[in-house]
């Protein structure tokens, strides 16, 4: 069953139209592979192209699930100041008033040291998140790709991209659940633990196993909108970027001038994705440091203006952040040799039914 999936996500028509190369596999041994052009499967073509493995192998996904770690354990691990200001601003709004002011007052009463609170579960909560994320993202835009066949995956291409990060965030979430939980207490209730050694024994002395999945529906709410925003809205900026701004094909520029086009699409997509996802945002930090309270108690305690409270913050921290996760995501690409597609053309025979139909109307 496994191998028939591998299979079947390796002849997908999502990179049907990326492979196009000048030469036609040779019928004999002695002829020439020089006499015309067709269109190959990547499985067929990556090895000769210089990648270091198939698409759709495990060594394939289980680097593109590498990079994941990487990317979001190291990235969320370094703004965790800011993720804990920004929390505090979020349930505590009247001693926290702003993000240089909660700066401020964290350092006075907790030194600087305090900064560092809920570092641990971060980064293991969001390694295992960027595993899931990151590798079932390129599994299930394989599968859902396959499903659609060459010509609407074209056409439906921003659908395939939210449909198969929304598919894999929902895997990822339940792996991040635990860790964000344990973060978003030692972070917003004042006494309770300051690391994760701490605070996981105890939440699950005082609650349960439930202490560590009561916000999973708010965590969905949250990550679900903003992953899909995430990669849809990179893929397209990126594919706009190449087309509108940068002023030669992808194929023309260098690795750094391809790694700092990802760059500036990450950011753009990170603005999105913090507007988006900010009202969840603040449940899931209310719901963490409130003990039994529920997502609907939690977003009538925060009401209208308080869902939005702490967005500069969260923009600057997931701008920052989303443009650091695409960077690195595909450093890892590049340094490993992965198969690295550029953005999507119109297959020929889409483009021949469309001027066959504007000539016929």
Request: hydrophobic share 40%.
């Amino acid at each position: 069953m496994v191998n028939s999936l591998i299979e079947s996500i390796k002849v997908n028509p999502f990179h049907t139209p990326l492979f196009k190369v000048g030469c036609e596999p040779c019928t004999s041994p002695t002829e020439s592979s020089e006499t015309s052009t067709v269109v190959r499967r990547f499985g067929a073509a990556s090895v000769a192209d210089g990648d270091s493995c198939e698409f759709g192998s495990a060594k394939y996904f289980a680097l593109c699930g590498f990079g994941g770690v990487l990317s979001c354990g190291l990235t969320h691990t370094a703004v965790v100041p800011l993720d804990l200001v920004k929390c505090r601003i979020q349930v505590e709004p009247e001693k926290y008033k702003s993000i240089f002011n909660g700066f401020r007052v964290t350092v006075k009463e907790d030194g600087v040291r305090g900064l560092a609170k809920g570092w641990a579960p971060t980064f293991i909560g969001y390694s295992m998140q960027g595993l899931c994320k990151f590798g079932f993202y390129e599994v299930f835009k394989s599968l859902y790709s396959n499903l659609l066949g060459e010509e609407n995956t074209f056409l439906w291409r921003t659908s395939l991209y939210l449909a198969a990060s929304a598919s894999a965030e929902f895997f990822a979430d339940i792996a991040l659940s635990p860790m964000e939980a344990c973060k978003v207490r030692i972070q917003t209730q004042p006494g309770f633990a300051n690391t994760l050694r701490e605070a996981f024994p105890k939440m699950k002395a005082d609650e349960g196993w439930s202490a560590f999945y009561k916000g999973i529906v708010p965590l969905w709410s949250r990550q679900i909108p903003y992953t899909m925003m995430k990669f849809a809205c990179f893929e397209r900026t990126v594919e706009a970027l190449y087309k509108f701004v940068v002023p030669k094909p992808r194929a023309e520029c260098s690795k750094g001038e391809q790694l700092v086009v990802t760059f500036v699409a990450g950011y753009i997509a990170g603005v999105f994705c913090a507007v988006v996802s900010h009202p969840a945002d603040s449940v899931v930090s209310l719901l963490n440091k409130d003990k039994g309270s529920t997502a609907t108690e939690a977003l009538k305690k925060l009401g209208p203006k308080g869902v939005w409270r702490g967005l500069g913050a969260r923009i600057i921290m997931i701008g920052t952040l989303t443009a650091l996760q695409w960077f690195i995501y595909d450093s890892v690409k590049v340094y490993f040799r992965l198969p690295r597609p550029p953005p999507p053309e119109m297959p020929e025979s889409l483009r021949l039914k469309l001027e066959a139909k504007k000539q016929s109307s």
